[in-house]
T-cell receptor
Framework: DAGITQSPRHKVTETGTPVTLRCHQT?????MYWYRQDPGHGLRLIHY???????DKGEVSDGYSVSRSKTEDFLLTLESATSSQTSVYFC???????????FGQGTRLTVV | KNQVEQSPQSLIILEGKNCTLQ??????????LRWYKQDTGRGPVSLTI???SENTKSNGRYTATLDADTKQSSLHITASQLSDSASYIC????????????WGAGTKLIIKP
């Protein structure tokens, strides 16, 4: 999977608790993305990063924050998880904005 | 509004048969179009990438076509195999907003023996 590791792979958490998902890459790619995938929807971009400490919002960023303190790590934080954030989360990396994106295995998050 | 629509939503065919999946888009300005294959429980994997000047691109038994004038693309799968069972997702890259990826909802393909 192009040197991308997502952790954890599965998580069940309670409403109102903070949750952090981690994406780690070994490809030294500049761009990193967080998507969520829900039934009946295409992948939806939450946040992305175009360099260390450089991040921007995607189309569904409300309730999520991100951080990128190193090239290889991109963290997604749900400050106070809600049931609507139950989803499968995918991290992706790309060398440039218009080049091929490689995806991680996904993290299945359930908020109860 | 930038949109990507795929049809059919799902498709069941017998092993060995051919099939064609459709993708219509309204994304402008257009950078490139990609087809991804997503197996159940896994992340998407790229099959083809086409720029506006490319009409056809093949990857083994997968052949993608692009008509930039009508804003349509298709993915043709030849001699289907059981391992082709997956979701196939069309993605169009807009030149706006730092090359934003606009994702279709996918076509779920089931190959039956």
């Amino acid at each position: 999977d192009a040197g991308i590791t997502q952790s954890p792979r599965h998580k069940v958490t309670e409403t109102g608790t903070p949750v952090t998902l981690r994406c780690h890459q070994t490809e030294n790619h500049r761009y990193m993305y967080w998507y969520r995938q829900d039934p009946g929807h295409g992948l939806r971009l939450i946040h992305y990063s175009y360099g260390v400490k450089d991040t921007d919002k995607g189309e569904v960023s409300d309730g999520y924050s991100v951080s990128r303190s190193k090239t290889e790590d991109f963290l997604l934080t749900l400050e106070s998880a809600t049931s609507s954030q139950t989803s499968v989360y995918f991290c992706a990396i790309a060398g440039a904005a218009n080049t091929e994106a490689f995806f991680g295995q996904g993290t299945r998050l359930t908020v109860v | 509004k930038n949109q990507v629509e795929q049809s059919p939503q799902s498709l069941i065919i017998l092993e060995g048969k051919n099939c064609t999946l459709q993708c219509n888009y309204t994304v402008s300005p257009f950078s490139n179009l990609r087809w991804y294959k997503q197996d159940t429980g896994r992340g998407p994997v790229s099959l083809t990438i086409m720029t506006f000047s490319e009409n056809t691109k093949s990857n083994g038994r997968y052949t993608a076509t692009l008509d930039a004038d009508t804003k349509q693309s298709s993915l043709h799968i030849t001699a289907s195999q059981l391992s082709d069972s997956a979701s196939y997702i069309c993605v169009v890259i807009s030149m706006d907003s730092n090359y934003q990826l606009i994702w279709g909802a996918g076509t779920k393909l089931i190959i039956k023996p």
